[in-house]
């Protein structure tokens, strides 16, 4: 068992909780990672659902090294402050949830980048405390909200992630939000049990659903 990240600077109140994916979620990642390729050369050809083996060499039209696909998803981590950017209505319905409950961001993202992204965060006023791990989400979230008897929910993208804490995490509200496009229609869709959000306004709305008593 994968050890749990730090979570003491994590404080909650006694309200409910709203644990949220950062990439492909509130911040673009497909995108402007798109767009670094491009700087870089390379493009990504959406035949599956994952990165490597699907970027392709602008000159050559191969296939790029695994290495070198790594090592490009390092480098725009690492500058992702310049490359970044918010999906629409994100900030402004994440401080209107931010009246009914606690929000943490928990980001699977090589902690090391952890400084640029508590930066570009502060830049758009999201303050909400955040935990960088690569590490399953379920255990995660269950460590961070433990056995409070209020309502909890999480957001992300990948399938995997909403099984993972639907499976450790009792009640919990799990909404998947995803970017329109084709890479992502390539991707494994999560079970019946999950909430679809279309934006983040309808997230808004199943959010504060779910915290009304
Ligand atoms: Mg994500």
Redesign the pocket.
């Given at each position: 068992m994968s050890a749990l990240p730090d979570l003491d600077h994590i404080r909650l109140s006694d309200r409910p909780l709203v644990v949220c994916?950062?990439?492909?979620?509130v911040l673009q990642?497909l995108a402007p990672f798109e767009a670094y390729l491009a700087a870089e050369g390379a493009r990504l050809l959406p035949r599956s659902f994952r990165l490597h083996g699907n970027i392709i060499s602008l000159t050559s039209n191969e296939a790029l090294e695994d290495q070198r696909v790594s090592d490009l998803l390092e480098t725009f981590f690492e500058a992702q402050e310049r490359w970044q950017t918010p999906f629409a209505q994100a900030v402004e319905t994440l401080h209107a949830v931010e009246r009914q409950a606690d929000v943490v961001f928990l980001t699977?993202m090589p902690p090391r980048f952890a400084a640029q992204r508590r930066r570009l965060l502060d830049a758009l006023h999201l303050t909400f405390p955040m935990v960088a791990t690569e590490t399953p989400k379920g255990p995660v979230v269950h460590a961070i909200h433990q056995t409070r008897p209020l309502p909890i929910a999480f957001i992300?993208?990948?399938a995997h992630n909403l099984h993972s804490v639907g499976e450790h995490v009792e009640d919990c509200l799990l909404i998947h939000m995803m970017p329109d496009s084709e890479i992502h229609r390539h991707a494994p869709k999560p079970g019946e049990h999950v909430a679809r959000a279309l934006d983040w306004p309808h997230a808004g709305t199943l959010l504060a659903r779910h915290f009304t008593p």
């Open positions: 994916d950062v990439d492909d979620v990642f699977a992300d993208d990948m």
